[in-house]
């Protein structure tokens, strides 16, 4: 009996190093060539945007404020980027599922100019680092969070800064490529004001072609890839934020305070083109109408009693007609990065990745990451194929 | 700012002349593969969750292998020396092994995943798409 355990331990003491050593020797050559693959999904991506809204004259006779601003329009310009951390990769044993974990560090640098004609010319920063951290489980779900903090600051004037903190948290779910529902939660400043939101999305239409996504309060997109290079979309989204603001031309004027809190925001209504100029680099054009043109001053020292709730106090506010916007921006995208063709999981992952955008600016860099499958084959060389066909094959 | 935007817009034409047609031309018959094995293997929503993950990363490891021994030819062969040679021997040699390697284990995956009958209709699919592809150059060149 004792003989037959031994020799039964034995075996499996063999059995267990012939494992081993078949696992090192079924990767040994591939290991020996030290060859580097792309440890992450993601790639950097930079994205330098333009927004304008055009100048309209505060019609409100009444309001002493709104006769000395005098008209209201926006400039402003964003640099934003993303770029991996971190990516775990756990393949389910012997279920064939892939489960992958993503940290992002994102960044944003936003600089605001508030047209007043009536007032000094003030420039306002909005800049922060967040995180980001998207989990894919391989099956139907997916989960986001994202952490962006952030300082405002009136850097035309000796004023003290703001810190804010936007943050959201998003179940994604994909019961086959082309439905998708969403539900979570966000802190946004995008509508004005410190806003806790439910988080509410839901897209009809696979991610590389036509499709509907309404993502509330983000964004409303009817996305038509036109070619594997444009992509059109007709959209709805609003356009805001909350800045510190220099009280140097005193206005506000009950109390002595330095800053108070410059808040807007705007629905812009319009069409959007996404140009994939090339795998490295993409730009966008959009143009449309703002509607819910909203201005609205509040005093940090009448707010103080509400520091984690939506300011209610203003001394300011108004709301002025439909004008014009135009938006543009660059995308950029360096290093390489793991495949991902047809998985929907990671379509849906990098599409998380950009409606949430960068900071708390509600501007995406479109979705420079997801492959539109090209209809036509032209322009095929030999060179660019030499991955997939061997040359005795001719 | 309007010289900012200058530079940017100088930094992105030099990134866009400099970039490599070659690799968008690759990107772009991958994706023409992909969309045409997707087509022919017609798998359930459950298959696809589970197939394409495992068949990206053999593609990824395949393009791998294939590129770093390309890289090594562009140098030339006019000139190598005996040591050089040998060396270059040896990696393409290595290589093909580490192919056939990534080959068999993905071949076991996609195996246990699709199914056998699937798994062949795979390898005939890719070999179709590459006479698309010779058919193709063909065309243009006559």
Known sequence: MKTKNKIGKVLIFIGTIFLFNTEIKSQANFDSLKIKLPKHYFNTVINLDSYRKAKQDFTDTTDFLAKRLKSYGIKQFSASFYTPLFTDITEGKGKGITKSTHVLLTGNFLLLQPKFSGISQHTLLKTGIGIRCIFNSGKKGVWFVDASPFITKDITYVSKGYFRAAS?????????????????????????????????????????????????????????????????????????????????????????????????????????????????????????????????????????????????????????????????????????SRSFYNEKNMYDVMDLNNTIGVGDNNQSAGNPQIPITPKVKKNLNLSSIQDLIDYNEF | MKRFFKIVVFVCMFLYSGHSFAQGSRDKVAELRVSFISKKLEMTNSESEKFWPVYNEYNDKIKAIKRNLRQSYKKGVDNLSDGEAEELYQLDIKSKKAEAEIHEQYAEKIKAIIGAKKTVKLRVAEEEFKIEIIKNIKDKSD
């Open chain 1, 168 to 336: 959201t948290i998003v179940y994604s779910h994909n019961p086959n490529e082309k439905f998708n529902w969403r539900i979570g939660i966000t802190k946004s400043f995008m509508w004005g004001n410190k806003n806790y939101w439910p988080f509410l999305g839901i897209r009809i239409g696979k991610l590389d072609k036509v499709n509907l996504s309404i993502q509330f309060p983000r964004s409303i997109n009817f996305n038509i890839p036109v070619g594997p290079k444009l992509t059109m979309s007709l959209y709805t989204k609003p356009q805001g934020g909350m800045y510190n603001f220099s009280n140097r031309d005193s206005l506000y004027y009950i109390s002595n305070d330095a800053t108070f809190s410059y808040t807007r925001y705007e629905l812009n209504t319009g069409f959007r083109a996404d140009v994939r100029v090339s795998n490295r680099f993409n730009f966008y054009v959009a143009t449309g109408f703002c509607s819910k043109n909203n201005v609205t001053f509040y005093s940090e020292t009448a707010n103080k009693s509400r520091p984690r709730l939506p300011y209610k106090k203003y001394f300011f506010s108004e709301n002025l007609g439909p004008t014009l916007f135009f938006n543009a921006g660059l995308v950029f995208k360096f290093g390489k």
